[in-house]
């Protein structure tokens, strides 16, 4: 039953594959086998079976175990990802941000280059009022020419006034993007749910992805457990069988372990029958009964 499960979804994730080169334009189709060659060059380049040693397990036994534990692997790797996404990593930040600053930047220049055209102030005297003649520059800038006709002077006023204008909104435009900013993140904080139902959430989405993402895998590795080829097999037309030196069962994931005795034996009781029923018959039943109702 498992073998026509896997088989199922093996063909079906082959006519899905078909269906998505039909539809997929050339550059897409040149983008993803590049992926899938990279990942395969990867996979080749960093394999279980160069990087383990068989001091203290035997390396199938080591692959067997890494294999079933993947999906755990994956929700415990997850786990940072959501805290750091729950406590927000740009929290701590600084209210001004690049941008920000530019226009600061912009709106102080712009400021400073109005301001440098007054008249200085003496002492004692009041500051010149915005509307005064002296407040505005009396001679053409760079030449030191005199300002002689009312136009020139109405322009050189105007200008200074729309510098002003551009300053002061430069400067409004960053005030109302902190202030705005500020409002968003408290009403964030505000809207936090608590830490338990965060995690108890995304962590069950997590975990339902990864054993639906590692499903063939897992099921293929553990119908390999009940694999037992016979090696040297008892036959009329081989002769010196009885010689033989691997007479029997072996496993077909590793010839060097007999089936059904030892770290086999331990692989079949704990991995392999209960595998089988819980995880390759359990979770399509469970997403049965699920979709059902």
Same mark, same amino acid.
């Given at each position: 039953? =498992? ?13 899905? +594959? ?15 086998? $590049? =992926? ?12 279980? =079976? ?58 102080? #220049? ?6 440098? +055209? ?10 010149? =009022?915005?509307? +005064? #003649? ?24 105007? #200008? ?28 964030? #904080? ?12 995304? @962590? ?12 063939? +895998? ?62 390759? $018959? ?8 699920? @979709?059902?109702?």
């Amino acid at each position: 039953m =498992d073998h026509f499960v896997v088989r199922g979804i093996s063909a079906a994730d082959a006519a899905d +594959n078909l269906h998505r080169e039909l539809l997929m334009h050339d550059e897409k189709r040149f983008q993803m086998s $590049l =992926d899938r060659q990279v990942s395969a060059d990867i996979t080749a380049a960093v394999s279980l =079976d160069c990087s383990l040693t068989s001091a203290w397990l035997p390396t199938s036994v080591q692959t067997s175990l890494i294999v079933v534990m993947s999906p755990l692997m994956v929700v415990a790797l997850s786990v940072p990802i959501w805290l750091l996404l729950y406590l927000g990593t740009g929290e701590g930040a600084t209210d001004v941000e690049p941008a920000d600053r530019l226009v600061v930047h912009e709106g102080s #220049a712009t400021l400073a280059a109005t301001q440098s +055209n007054r008249r200085p102030v003496a002492e004692g005297e009041e500051a010149p =009022d915005t509307l +005064n #003649a002296t407040a505005y520059p009396t001679s053409v800038a760079g030449t030191g020419q005199p300002l002689h006709t009312p136009g020139e002077r109405f322009r050189a006023r105007a #200008a200074v006034i729309a510098q002003k204008a551009a300053a002061a909104s430069a400067l409004q435009r960053f005030g109302l993007t902190v202030l705005r900013r500020r409002v968003l993140r408290r009403l964030r #904080a505000a809207e936090r749910p608590p830490l338990r139902s965060y995690l108890l959430q995304r @962590l069950t989405v997590t975990s339902v992805c990864a054993a639906f993402y590692y499903y063939t +895998n897992i099921t293929t590795l553990m119908l390999t457990f009940f694999s037992c080829p016979t090696v040297d097999s008892p036959s009329s037309s081989t002769p010196y069988w009885e010689l033989g030196l691997a007479q029997g069962r072996y496993w077909s994931a590793d010839y060097s372990s007999k089936c059904y005795e030892g770290y086999h034996k331990w692989l079949v009781l704990t991995l392999g029958i209960p595998g089988l029923l819980l995880y390759s $018959l359990g979770l399509p039943l469970l997403t049965a009964l699920l @979709l059902h109702w």
